[in-house]
């Protein structure tokens, strides 16, 4: 194909040469002129690219192979779409000391010692073994170029067309009454669609009219708690999220630590708690699944005691190298919460989780959450109900999973080469690794990846108050999220990451 311009300045106000030339079908050369001209510098972050239909037409190719291109370089980060503001090229986040100079995405490359993401001057000293930088008293931390903690998916995969395509259909086809007060259960149509899909997916055993639609499990947890719908004291794993602990210790909840080990918590321990908190799919944040001997004695616990299990579900969907673990629901319906959201899987700006409830725990909640939806838009409802019962929803798991799977494989491959010695766990599933540092290197290692510009979290951050040091010592760790950075900047955050880390032993 001939070198081709396109010239649309009556519309960004400057002419656009790319080189159409070369081996590949028109999409993949088309996908790599827009990269060389964002790369090569041509084309400046925030320009704004012609509609697809225009450039199509001006290229002299079919719409959907610049429609595919478009989308293809916005999951990799090099552009953005949105809704009414168009297509443009993403904000670059340079790396230390390459002012005027970007990096290729995704590139990661190993140049003897140093771990190589496009610099043509690196670092000569390997960054596991630099020395943590000693800033001036004076001087600041620079604000974090690279976003490494845990709890948030890749922003630029949110499925826009996707979503769009069922926000449409939802439109169209939703009955009248649809637009009226809320049902504080949630729309018929999405809670038949979660049944099926929790079914399908997770081994849920439940049927619509026990799932309660939420806007997440924050929210799920104030109206069990605050609504008087459970009591405490509550037991919860010794690692966990400070913000529920703070959540419940403000609905006037005690919280009791259950340690863990290789096999996740320790159950057995379990005495006079009304209620108990897991995360069996997949220990937050340390990793692993609940062991199924633990399985079956925490329900035989909560059948015995009058009492019952809470299930976070946070990640369930995303798992690499192990079977599919189902959820612990389905070993007892009726002692069991399951409580799940989109907020790993699409966006924590899809407000929407939901809660499978056992029977005599519906009539609570409802009378919790009020006679109207306050929370959750029954719009953004049956849009995701479509997305579930279209298949979109599997399809964008499944391509996500494939995406984590490849960030997770390449952090481990850059510890492996520049940071043998650190061990690094909960890596079979999730959204984040836990790397395990020598006693009394975790602060100094925070506080190194902060002037590296990288914001991570510290494993002591998550450890429980009162969780006892003589039933479960403390560790030093980095919980490392590798979900965030785009794809562009993730080598960019690799090299920071190596540089923070500990040196080992000489």
Not at 25 to 48: E, F, H, W
Not at 146 to 154: E, M
Request: net charge positive; glycine share 10%; proline share 9%.
């Amino acid at each position: 194909m001939a070198e081709s311009w396109v010239n649309y300045a009556e519309r960004i106000g400057a002419d656009l040469h790319l080189d159409l030339s070369g081996p590949g079908s028109r999409r993949a050369v088309l996908i790599r002129a827009l990269r060389d001209a964002v790369r090569g510098g041509r084309l400046a972050p925030g320009t704004r690219l012609p509609p697809y239909r225009s450039l199509a037409a001006d290229l002299g190719v079919a719409r959907n192979t610049v429609a595919d291109a478009y989308a293809e370089l916005v999951a990799e980060g090099w552009l953005t779409a949105r809704q009414g503001s168009g297509t443009r090229v993403a904000e670059r986040t340079e790396p230390p000391g390459t002012t005027g100079r970007t990096r290729s995405p995704g590139h990661t490359r190993s140049t003897g010692h140093t771990l190589s993401t496009g610099d043509p001057n690196p670092p000569t000293t390997p960054p596991a073994h630099r020395p943590h930088p000693q800033p001036h008293p004076r001087s600041r931390p620079r604000p974090h170029r690279h976003d490494l903690r845990q709890g948030t998916p890749d922003a630029s995969a949110f499925p826009r067309t996707a979503w769009l395509a069922s926000y449409r259909r939802a439109l169209q086809h939703a009955p009248n009454e649809a637009f009226g007060p809320g049902d504080p259960a949630g729309r018929p149509e999405l809670r038949e669609a979660l049944a099926e899909y929790l079914a399908r997916v997770r081994g849920v055993r439940t049927e619509p009219g026990r799932i309660v639609v939420c806007s997440g499990f924050a929210h799920a947890l104030r109206l069990l708690f605050g609504g008087g719908v459970l009591r405490g004291p509550l037991a919860v794993e010794a690692y966990g999220l400070p913000f529920h602990r703070e959540l419940l210790g403000a609905e006037g909840v005690r919280t009791v630590p259950l340690p863990l080990d290789e096999h996740g918590a320790r159950v057995d321990l379990l005495a006079r708690e009304r209620a108990v908190l897991l995360t069996p799919a997949h220990q937050f944040p340390t990793g692993g699944p609940l062991h199924a001997e633990r399985r079956s004695a925490v329900v035989g616990w909560a059948r015995a005691r009058g009492a019952v299990v809470l299930e976070d579900d946070y990640d369930g969907e995303f798992r690499y190298d192990r079977k599919p673990v189902g959820a612990l629901q389905s070993l007892d319906p009726e002692r069991v919460i399951l409580v799940g959201s989109v907020s790993k899987s699409l966006s924590p700006a899809v407000r929407l989780g939901w809660m499978v409830l056992p029977e005599r725990y519906v009539d609570g909640v409802l009378a919790a959450k009020g006679e109207r939806e306050a929370w959750a838009s029954v719009l953004d409802q049956l849009a995701l109900a479509d997305l579930i019962v279209s298949g979109a929803y599997d399809r964008h798991v499944r391509r996500m999973r494939q995406r984590y799977r490849g960030r997770r494989d390449r952090l481990v491959a850059a510890l492996a080469e520049h940071a043998p010695h650190i061990e690094v766990g909960g890596v079979a599933a999730g959204l984040h690794a836990v790397l395990r540092l020598p006693p009394g290197t975790e602060r100094s290692a925070v506080k190194a990846a902060v002037w590296r510009g990288v914001a991570l979290d510290g494993l002591a951050e998550f450890r429980h108050p009162d969780a006892s040091a003589t039933a479960m010592p403390a560790h030093d760790g980095l919980v490392v999220g590798y979900a965030t950075p785009p794809e562009h900047a993730y080598g960019a955050a690799l090299e920071a990451l190596c540089g923070a880390l500990p040196p080992g032993e000489t």
